[in-house]
């Protein structure tokens, strides 16, 4: 995923030699590093079997496998990529899984292949660090209207800010439209070539732009400093993604803010956020864009006889215990 980001982070903390191999790089050059005895080696899942099949990388030395962001290597179909590097790796002594959001049905089996006797942590964020970031939403009539609400943002509320879509097709759709509005942005999306993604991100990251369009893929793993602002200008597909999203402001004890701009549609999102997050995402409005229809209002789904008969065995159950 961020091999890059993960890689130089690790060797500047600390003193041990950090390998990173990734698409979009010279097959040679990478070659040249294997042959050198690494620590650690950062890759990309593709990319090392290539060297593992061409015989340039030996896995037999390898005590630790560690897969970071093992939902979205499913999601990317690195499924059987993964399996085939835990063969190729079958002396280490530990494998470890990590996420931000591990989820999926898919997860489970990938995790009961990989892993023996596995034990699961799971880290709960800090509800003290959240509270430094204030949120809020904005209601958009249409997509002029919430494309205009978003261009007012940019150019009269945030100072460092990251704007996150759902897809490729949507970042490129709104990349134009902010070029035809004069605000300069740089952007990252999945399957980008490396050296273009560290240049998106040195540009935001140097200041030479303020505003940096991502997707949830290509965004995992970075770590921006002094982002003032996140804007969901796409709700993402669960709440858990929203918090990972708006984990990429409020950073190093600073304060920071995560707007959401939704439309009808996105309306059912918005509660679900409140309900996971335990917390009241208030709505707000910018004068003069006002939305100009009403709030819509979703009817919760009545259970089923069947789903009904389900929770009174489960608490008659739970009284007996």
Excluded at 163 to 188: H, M, N, Y
Excluded at 284 to 297: A, C, E, L, N, Q
Aim: proline content about 3%; hydrophobic content about 35%; glycine content about 4%.
């Amino acid at each position: 995923m961020q091999v890059a980001e993960q890689a130089t982070a690790l060797a500047k903390y600390t003193r041990l030699k950090v390998a990173t191999i990734t698409g979009g790089v010279t097959y040679d050059s990478h070659a040249a590093t294997l042959a050198e005895t690494q620590d650690i080696v950062v890759a990309t899942p593709g990319r090392l079997m290539e060297y593992i099949e061409a015989e340039r990388f030996d896995c037999r030395a390898i005590e630790w496998l560690v897969l970071d962001e093992a939902d979205r290597m499913l999601d990317l179909g690195f499924g059987p990529t993964v399996d085939r590097l835990s063969a190729e790796c079958r002396w280490r002594k530990q494998t470890l899984l990590f996420s931000a959001t591990l989820e999926g049905r898919g997860v489970e089996g990938f995790t009961a292949d990989l892993l023996k006797n596995p034990a699961e942590l799971e880290a709960q964020p800090s509800t003290r660090e959240r509270k430094k970031i204030t949120q809020w939403y904005h209601r958009a009539d249409d997509a002029n209207h919430k494309l205009n609400l978003l261009k007012h943002i940019l150019t009269e509320q945030a100072q460092r800010t990251i704007v996150f879509v759902k897809t490729r097709e949507r970042l490129g759709e709104l990349r134009q439209q902010l070029d035809s509005a004069q605000i300069p942005c740089s952007w990252i999306q999945g399957e980008m070539l490396q050296d273009r993604r560290n240049n998106a991100i040195s540009r935001f990251r140097d200041g030479q732009v303020n505003v940096l369009l991502a997707t949830d893929i290509a965004a995992r793993g970075i770590d921006l400093p002094d982002v003032s602002h996140v804007i969901n200008y796409d709700m993402p597909r669960s709440a858990d993604v929203y918090l990972h999203r708006i984990g990429r402001t409020a950073r190093a004890g600073k304060k920071g803010i995560a707007i959401s701009i939704v439309e009808a549609h996105d309306q059912p999102m918005m509660d679900r956020v409140a309900r996971y997050t335990k917390e009241t995402i208030k709505e707000r409005f910018i004068d003069g864009m006002r939305p100009t229809h009403k709030k819509p209002v979703f009817k919760k789904k009545k259970p089923k006889k069947d789903d009904k008969k389900k929770a009174v065995k489960k608490k008659k159950s739970a009284k007996k215990k």
